[in-house]
Structures are given as structure tokens and as C-alpha cells.
């Protein structure tokens, strides 16, 4: 089983940026193709970015194409979000997950980290 810590959340104008990480442990990172999900308030849990094992594929949410980037350093069990030119419907508590895939249009993951919360002020 995987741990996950998610860190860099925190309360930014919009427009900034923020960097989200999260370290895995427990087992290598390398296992498992990552994602971030979000859950803003009132909104149930979607969908952000995912990245597979090799880095060879990357998915993300129409709403954060072209501003959000993730990334992942297996040497160093850790994947990034970066998320630039932020916007205050952003707000959201930040998921990592671990052994996500994709169902139909929905993805789902098999193991969370607690979440980092992310406030966009506008």
C-alpha cells in the first residue's frame, strides 16, 4: 500500500501560481500511474490532471488545459502540479492519487493523500 502527502497549498491572488507536490511512501511511485483531483466547496471530487507511470501519457480537465502542468519525479516519489494563471473558481481542496485510470469519462483512484487546500482570491 501507498501513502501519499500532499503539500504547496495555500492562499494566492488570482492570477498567481502555485506549485503542489505530493510524496508517496510505502511503496515506489514508479508502480502507478498518478493524478490530482479537486473538490471545490458544494462540488463533488473531479478530475484534474493524471500522468502515466512513464510520463509517456498526460490527461487533464478541459477547465485547466493550458494553465495547470503535471509532472512527476519517480527517483524522488514525488508528482507536481504546477498551476499558473489561476482563477478564483480554483478554490478547491487538492487530491493526489495513486492507481488511477479512467472509466468512461470518469477517473477514479485507488489511493488518497489528505488534500491540500487552495484558496484563489479574486
Known amino acids: 500500500q501507498v501513502r501519499l502527502v500532499e503539500s504547496g497549498g495555500g492562499l494566492v491572488q488570482a492570477g498567481g501560481s502555485l506549485r503542489l507536490s505530493c510524496v508517496a511512501s510505502g511503496r515506489t511511485l514508479s508502480s502507478y500511474t498518478m493524478g490530482w483531483f479537486r473538490q471545490a466547496p458544494g462540488k463533488e471530487r473531479a478530475f484534474v490532471a493524471g500522468?502515466?507511470?512513464?510520463?509517456?501519457?498526460?490527461y487533464y480537465a478541459d477547465s485547466v488545459k493550458g494553465r495547470f502542468s503535471i509532472s512527476r519525479d519517480n527517483a524522488k516519489n514525488t508528482v507536481y502540479l504546477q498551476k499558473n494563471s489561476l482563477k478564483a473558481e480554483d478554490t478547491a481542496v487538492y487530491y493526489c492519487?495513486?492507481?488511477?485510470?479512467?472509466?468512461?469519462?470518469?477517473?477514479?483512484?485507488?489511493?488518497w493523500g489528505q488534500g491540500t487546500k487552495v484558496t484563489v482570491s479574486s
Open positions: 492519487a495513486a492507481d488511477v485510470s479512467a472509466y468512461g469519462s470518469s477517473w477514479m483512484g485507488n489511493y
Open positions: 500522468i502515466t507511470k512513464d510520463a509517456f501519457r498526460i
